[in-house]
């Protein structure tokens, strides 16, 4: 979707699926108590009329839910009505017989039937609706016609019933690459159309972009024909282009699908779309087929395709996306996410357009300028944005609304939120085009006039109190139209005439009980008790029309008189409401602008979103530059600062959030972030990649000043979870994800990493974590925040010169840790897990015996200090109240050998081995005096100050264990023991 330049006068030129373990038991047109496809045409033949349109009908739709329409209910049968039953919690009962055999048969009223698609929808299901196609008739025998006018997917639905409002509903579609590319970077056609709106849009991208294109615009179907190509997690969105519907084509190739595009928009020739390459027309066409098929042949009007470039959205995989909850938490909701947090938008298409921002911010510098200015303005402009929210409140659906009347199926509201809407349009435009320095100019003189003539239209033509559905009289006001008024006279005055003819009939057949009744069926007709039809019967003039036990209706020829001048004025009546009904539908669709200026007025609601965010003086418009700059002032993290405000209105007290600030120049662009858990860790992180997004989507920040260079790639590996459905430990799932980053990452992303190695044994997870550090700040050299509890990795600075180490800072008081909140420069000693378990309620007698083996751990461990080593670590490297100890700390001397396997080269400072004392070497896999070696040792034995029982003891044991069959708590004992040996007295 572009971004506007004078927004009102644009014309149009941007995980499991729910409920699917239901779905796999849809009906298959097959079962013990279903007719075989084979056997279709068959039981047609054997089937009542009726039961036989079900029948040829179910054969075109075998795995789909059949409504069938019979009266006032839509009905299922068979393995549908099976199905169906379970799915509603409805009752399952029969209709008639079929091959002596009761037909299984549930049903549900056609005046609420979106309730009950909604439900169906949401739990997987297709469900096609067959319907009548002709109006009874005299004389006619046997049942009407019947056609499936509708299939309804997840991806084709328009109805708001159906729907989240402030979420886009897509439909995809896929096109692989050819098969002689596939595997060496070829690229995917995608195409994806929102059917509600009418938006269509299509891009190119490679395998690798897939997974985080489907990431950012969440599909609720895609059409592809091998559902095994897509990622895992999308799979179950999957749908066959054919959508399970017989005789539907399926293949298409670049010269057709291109004739497709053409027809679908009504040009010659398809390059007028665009430049659209042949992979993207052939999913486009896919789309469109998928599209025209559950429409019964028909397509609504759509937007020309708007072609996108890859590159220009910032990269976003799924594991960044769910780590950071912009749109949706992992329990699927829109608590406590990003959106959230900025959402004050006033109409469903404002929120929706911000989804759309936040879910993809963007790399091109001029679009997120344009959109700053945008919402600045307004915020300078107080009085005049309060007047804009005032014009924006409780406006309609507008976009979706024009949806539905593209598509033939307009409700009278729909026809009304067109008039809403384009009363607020025509006074956003005096408001704004009168403003001084506005950049949302006013539309042409001649668009402006016929905006005005067609809002005038619809409000004269429109009833103030408008039926539930279009066919339903009382769209159309009095006073209109001249004819249908008389037409409606005609109808309803009648009411008078019958009342005279009851009184009159009464007295002449001496029956004061005698009255005229309107019978759906019969028409108008006398009613009197039984009794006194007995005696009415002898007059020749009056025919029986129906008796019961208690009543007797009778018919004459006045009556039928009657009834057939107020039929045909009901009738006529009708016609002409629905006539004049669709000639406002034609003048909305005549003003092709509409869709752009509705879309505009989105943008103004996600403006005046931005302006009142910004008004409270503690968001800032971010500098955005084409260099590797980044630096926040005071950050905050916009979610969780606004759950803290929450709980204080509500009066749970606590104090204001922390902010921090972070600066990540070229020269100290890899922060090394310490501190224990509940410190904040997570938190400062995750704000920091928020910013980041937040900035190139366009929106304001919540900092002092912000000044980021801009982003192509972020990286958030905070929080990683199992994934038990796939098989996943949630180790795995953390190198999975690293490895993604580690393999994507380049000198203009943003990486963030909270952890790594912790879900292994220390010495492997210590050895990964620093193997990564060194490859983001050697090779990747991306902007960095590696959050981590080996504190050892902080002792990298001399052969990391780009990393600086930073703690978040705590205090002990009266045996408590307080934690601050603060970021400060240093390093942590210690992770103080002990602390945070007390405040978890681990119970006492447990924590004073973690407190008493970690004493003595430490006092059994703790190396003798060297001239070499300082009693304390470097005063700038100390976070107030941390200390060290073993191998979480920051004492731990880098080993050369470590070195010269990362480089081939000695680090200007660090001794080599000959020359470091015994303490600092080091001394085998596990050891730990020096846990920053990498899986190449060398070994020091001690010589001058071992006694000469002392070393053969020490190479006894040292033959004995297999290093790779040790598991981590064998290997822990093991270099206690080894401790002693070196421990022995001389």
Same mark, same amino acid.
């Given at each position: 979707?572009?971004?506007?330049?004078?927004?009102?006068?644009?014309?149009?030129?941007?995980?499991?699926?729910?409920?699917?373990?239901?779905?796999?038991?849809?009906?298959?047109?097959?079962?013990?108590?279903?007719?075989?496809?084979?056997?279709?045409?068959?039981?047609?033949?054997?089937?009542?009329?009726?039961?036989?349109?079900?029948?040829?009908?179910?054969?075109?739709?075998?795995?789909?839910?059949?409504?069938?329409?019979?009266?006032?209910?839509?009905?299922?049968?068979?393995?549908?009505?099976?199905?169906?039953?379970?799915?509603?919690?409805?009752?399952?009962?029969?209709?008639?017989?079929?091959? $002596?055999?009761?037909?299984?048969?549930?049903?549900?009223?056609?005046?609420?039937?979106?309730?009950?698609?909604?439900?169906?929808?949401?739990?997987?299901?297709?469900?096609?609706?067959?319907?009548?196609?002709?109006?009874?008739?005299?004389?006619?025998?046997?049942?009407?016609?019947?056609?499936?006018?509708?299939?309804?997917?997840?991806?084709?639905?328009?109805?708001?019933?159906?729907?989240?409002?402030?979420?886009?509903?897509?439909?995809?579609?896929?096109?692989?690459?050819?098969?002689?590319?596939?595997?060496?970077?070829?690229?995917?056609?995608?195409?994806?159309?929102?059917?509600?709106?009418?938006?269509?849009?299509?891009?190119?991208?490679?395998?690798?972009?897939?997974?985080?294109?489907?990431?950012?615009?969440?599909?609720?179907?895609?059409?592809?024909?091998?559902?095994?190509?897509?990622?895992?997690?999308?799979?179950?969105?999957?749908?066959?282009?054919?959508?399970?519907?017989?005789?539907?084509?399926?293949?298409?190739?670049?010269?057709?699908?291109?004739?497709?595009?053409?027809?679908?928009?009504?040009?010659?020739?398809?390059?007028?779309?665009?430049?659209?390459?042949? &992979?993207?027309?052939?999913?486009?066409?896919?789309?469109?087929?998928?599209?025209?098929?559950?429409?019964?042949?028909?397509?609504?009007?759509?937007?020309?395709?708007?072609?996108?470039?890859?590159?220009?959205?910032?990269?976003?995989?799924?594991?960044?996306?769910?780590?950071?909850?912009?749109?949706?938490?992992?329990?699927?909701?829109?608590?406590?996410?990003?959106?959230?947090?900025?959402?004050?938008?006033?109409?469903?298409?404002?929120?929706?357009?911000?989804?759309?921002?936040?879910? &993809?911010?963007?790399?091109?510098?001029?679009?997120?300028?344009?959109?700053?200015?945008?919402?600045?303005?307004?915020?300078?402009?107080?009085?005049?944005?309060?007047?804009?929210?005032?014009?924006?409140?409780?406006?309609?659906?507008?976009?979706?609304?024009?949806?539905?009347?593209?598509?033939?199926?307009?409700?009278?509201?729909?026809?009304?939120?067109?008039?809403?809407?384009?009363?607020?349009?025509?006074?956003?435009?005096?408001?704004?085009?009168?403003?001084?320095?506005?950049?949302?100019?006013?539309?042409?003189?001649?668009?402006?006039?016929?905006?005005?003539?067609?809002?005038?239209?619809?409000?004269?033509?429109?009833?103030?109190?408008?039926?539930?559905?279009? =066919?339903?009289?009382?769209?159309?006001?009095?006073?209109?139209?001249?004819?249908?008024?008389?037409?409606?006279?005609?109808?309803?005055?009648?009411?008078?005439?019958?009342?005279?003819?009851?009184?009159?009939?009464?007295? %002449?057949?001496?029956?004061?009980?005698? %009255?005229?009744?309107?019978?759906?069926?019969?028409?108008?007709?006398?009613?009197?008790?039984?009794?006194?039809?007995?005696?009415?019967?002898?007059?020749?003039?009056?025919?029986?029309?129906?008796? =019961?036990?208690?009543?007797?209706?009778?018919?004459?020829?006045?009556?039928?008189?009657?009834?057939?001048?107020?039929?045909?004025?009901?009738?006529?009546?009708?016609?002409?409401?629905?006539?004049?009904?669709?000639?406002?539908?034609?003048?909305?669709?005549?003003?092709?602008?509409?869709?752009?200026?509705?879309?505009?007025?989105?943008?103004?609601?996600?403006?005046?979103?931005?302006?009142?965010?910004?008004?409270?003086?503690?968001?800032?418009?971010?500098?955005?530059?084409?260099?590797?700059?980044?630096?926040?002032?005071?950050?905050?993290?916009?979610?969780?600062?606004?759950?803290?405000?929450?709980?204080?209105?509500?009066?749970?007290?606590?104090?204001?959030?922390?902010?921090?600030?972070?600066?990540?120049?070229?020269?100290?662009?890899?922060?090394?972030?310490?501190?224990?858990?509940?410190?904040?860790?997570?938190?400062?992180?995750?704000?920091?990649?928020?910013?980041?997004?937040?900035?190139?989507?366009?929106?304001?920040?919540?900092?002092? +000043?912000?000044?980021?260079?801009?982003? $192509?790639?972020?990286?958030?590996?905070?929080?990683?979870?199992?994934?038990?459905?796939?098989?996943?430990?949630?180790?795995?799932?953390?190198?999975?994800?690293?490895?993604?980053?580690? &393999?994507?990452?380049?000198?203009?992303?943003?990486?963030?990493?909270?952890?790594?190695?912790?879900?292994?044994?220390?010495?492997?997870?210590?050895?990964?974590?620093?193997?990564?550090?060194?490859?983001?700040?050697?090779?990747?050299?991306?902007?960095?925040?590696?959050?981590?509890?080996?504190?050892?990795?902080?002792?990298?600075?001399?052969?990391?010169?780009?990393?600086?180490?930073?703690?978040?800072?705590?205090?002990?008081?009266?045996?408590?840790?307080?934690?601050?909140?603060?970021?400060?420069?240093?390093?942590?000693?210690?992770?103080?897990?002990?602390?945070?378990?007390?405040?978890?309620?681990?119970?006492?007698?447990?924590?004073?015996?973690?407190?008493?083996?970690?004493?003595?751990?430490?006092? %059994?461990?703790?190396?003798?200090?060297?001239?070499?080593?300082?009693?304390?670590?470097?005063?700038?490297?100390?976070?107030?109240?941390?200390?060290?100890?073993?191998?979480?700390?920051?004492?731990?001397?880098?080993?050369?050998?470590?070195?010269?396997?990362?480089?081939?080269?000695?680090?200007?400072?660090?001794?080599?081995?000959?020359?470091?004392?015994?303490?600092? +070497?080091?001394?085998?896999?596990?050891?730990?005096?020096?846990?920053?070696?990498?899986?190449?040792?060398?070994?020091?034995?001690?010589?001058?100050?071992?006694?000469?029982?002392?070393?053969?003891?020490?190479?006894?044991?040292?033959?004995?264990?297999?290093?790779? +069959?040790?598991?981590?708590?064998?290997?822990?004992?093991?270099?206690?023991?080894?401790? $002693?040996?070196?421990?022995?007295?001389?």
């Amino acid at each position: 979707m572009t971004d506007h330049q004078a927004p009102f006068v644009k014309t149009p030129t941007s995980a499991p699926g729910p409920g699917q373990a239901d779905a796999g038991k849809a009906n298959q047109g097959a079962g013990t108590e279903g007719p075989t496809q084979s056997s279709w045409a068959e039981r047609a033949a054997q089937a009542s009329p009726a039961m036989a349109q079900w029948f040829t009908l179910k054969e075109q739709v075998p795995d789909t839910l059949l409504l069938f329409r019979m009266g006032d209910f839509y009905e299922l049968f068979y393995e549908d009505a099976h199905t169906a039953a379970t799915a509603l919690d409805i009752a399952l009962t029969a209709r008639g017989k079929h091959s $002596d055999s009761p037909i299984p048969m549930c049903g549900v009223p056609f005046h609420s039937v979106d309730a009950y698609l909604r439900r169906l929808i949401q739990r997987g299901f297709r469900v096609a609706l067959a319907e009548q196609t002709e109006k009874p008739s005299k004389g006619r025998k046997g049942p009407l016609p019947r056609s499936i006018v509708r299939i309804l997917t997840p991806g084709t639905l328009t109805e708001d019933e159906l729907l989240e409002s402030a979420r886009p509903n897509l439909l995809m579609a896929l096109a692989p690459p050819p098969a002689h590319v596939q595997g060496q970077g070829g690229e995917w056609g995608v195409a994806w159309m929102d059917f509600s709106t009418g938006t269509v849009d299509v891009q190119s991208t490679t395998a690798l972009g897939l997974d985080e294109l489907l990431g950012r615009l969440k599909p609720a179907e895609i059409i592809i024909h091998d559902r095994e190509a897509l990622p895992a997690a999308w799979r179950p969105y999957a749908q066959a282009p054919d959508g399970g519907a017989r005789g539907r084509r399926s293949a298409l190739n670049a010269a057709r699908a291109r004739t497709t595009m053409a027809q679908a928009w009504h040009v010659h020739d398809a390059a007028s779309l665009g430049a659209v390459t042949d &992979n993207q027309a052939i999913a486009c066409a896919m789309m469109l087929d998928y599209a025209r098929m559950s429409q019964a042949g028909t397509l609504p009007r759509l937007a020309p395709p708007v072609v996108h470039r890859e590159g220009h959205a910032m990269g976003l995989d799924s594991a960044t996306r769910a780590s950071l909850d912009l749109l949706e938490g992992r329990d699927g909701s829109t608590a406590n996410t990003l959106f959230e947090a900025l959402d004050n938008t006033l109409t469903a298409g404002g929120g929706r357009l911000l989804a759309e921002r936040i879910a &993809n911010p963007l790399t091109y510098l001029a679009t997120i300028q344009q959109r700053q200015r945008d919402w600045a303005w307004l915020a300078e402009n107080d009085n005049l944005a309060e007047q804009v929210r005032a014009h924006l409140k409780g406006l309609p659906d507008a976009s979706r609304a024009l949806g539905r009347i593209a598509s033939n199926r307009a409700l009278p509201r729909d026809l009304a939120a067109i008039r809403d809407t384009l009363a607020a349009l025509m006074a956003l435009h005096v408001l704004l085009g009168r403003a001084p320095q506005t950049p949302w100019a006013a539309p042409e003189p001649a668009l402006a006039a016929r905006l005005a003539s067609l809002h005038a239209m619809l409000a004269q033509a429109l009833a103030e109190e408008l039926p539930a559905r279009a =066919t339903e009289d009382g769209v159309i006001a009095s006073g209109f139209d001249v004819e249908l008024d008389r037409l409606r006279t005609l109808r309803d005055d009648s009411q008078q005439a019958i009342m005279t003819m009851q009184a009159g009939l009464a007295e %002449r057949y001496g029956a004061p009980r005698l %009255r005229v009744r309107h019978h759906s069926q019969l028409g108008h007709v006398i009613e009197v008790p039984a009794r006194e039809g007995e005696r009415l019967r002898a007059h020749p003039e009056l025919h029986i029309r129906q008796g =019961t036990a208690n009543l007797a209706r009778f018919s004459n020829q006045a009556l039928d008189e009657l009834n057939s001048t107020l039929a045909e004025a009901a009738e006529l009546s009708t016609e002409r409401e629905q006539g004049l009904v669709q000639k406002l539908v034609e003048a909305i669709m005549a003003l092709e602008a509409l869709p752009a200026l509705i879309q505009n007025m989105a943008a103004l609601d996600v403006a005046q979103s931005c302006a009142a965010l910004a008004r409270t003086g503690r968001w800032c418009i971010p500098e955005l530059t084409e260099d590797a700059s980044f630096d926040l002032r005071q950050c905050r993290h916009p979610v969780v600062e606004r759950a803290m405000e929450g709980q204080r209105a509500k009066g749970g007290g606590g104090a204001p959030f922390t902010p921090n600030s972070c600066a990540l120049p070229p020269t100290e662009r890899v922060m090394l972030l310490t501190g224990p858990n509940m410190a904040g860790k997570s938190t400062f992180l995750r704000q920091n990649a928020l910013a980041i997004i937040m900035a190139q989507a366009g929106l304001p920040v919540p900092a002092l +000043s912000a000044r980021i260079g801009l982003v $192509d790639r972020l990286f958030s590996r905070v929080g990683s979870a199992d994934d038990l459905a796939r098989g996943q430990s949630t180790f795995m799932v953390e190198m999975t994800e690293t490895a993604a980053l580690l &393999n994507q990452a380049g000198p203009r992303s943003f990486v963030i990493v909270d952890e790594l190695g912790r879900g292994t044994a220390p010495l492997d997870g210590l050895a990964l974590a620093r193997a990564s550090l060194e490859a983001l700040h050697d090779s990747i050299r991306a902007r960095t925040i590696f959050a981590t509890h080996f504190h050892a990795l902080a002792n990298l600075t001399a052969e990391l010169p780009a990393m600086r180490p930073w703690a978040m800072k705590v205090r002990e008081w009266e045996g408590q840790l307080v934690f601050q909140h603060e970021v400060a420069p240093g390093v942590a000693g210690r992770s103080w897990g002990i602390h945070v378990a007390r405040l978890a309620g681990v119970p006492a007698p447990i924590l004073e015996r973690a407190q008493a083996l970690l004493n003595q751990m430490q006092a %059994r461990r703790k190396p003798a200090r060297t001239p070499h080593q300082p009693e304390h670590p470097p005063a700038t490297w100390q976070a107030q109240g941390v200390g060290a100890s073993d191998l979480f700390t920051n004492q731990a001397t880098l080993s050369p050998t470590a070195e010269s396997s990362r480089t081939g080269r000695t680090a200007s400072g660090v001794k080599e081995a000959s020359e470091m004392p015994p303490q600092a +070497s080091s001394v085998a896999e596990g050891g730990s005096l020096n846990p920053l070696a990498k899986p190449t040792f060398t070994l020091t034995l001690p010589t001058e100050n071992a006694s000469a029982d002392t070393a053969p003891a020490l190479r006894a044991f040292l033959k004995n264990p297999d290093p790779d +069959s040790l598991s981590p708590r064998q290997a822990h004992a093991l270099l206690y023991e080894l401790g $002693d040996l070196l421990k022995k007295p001389q």
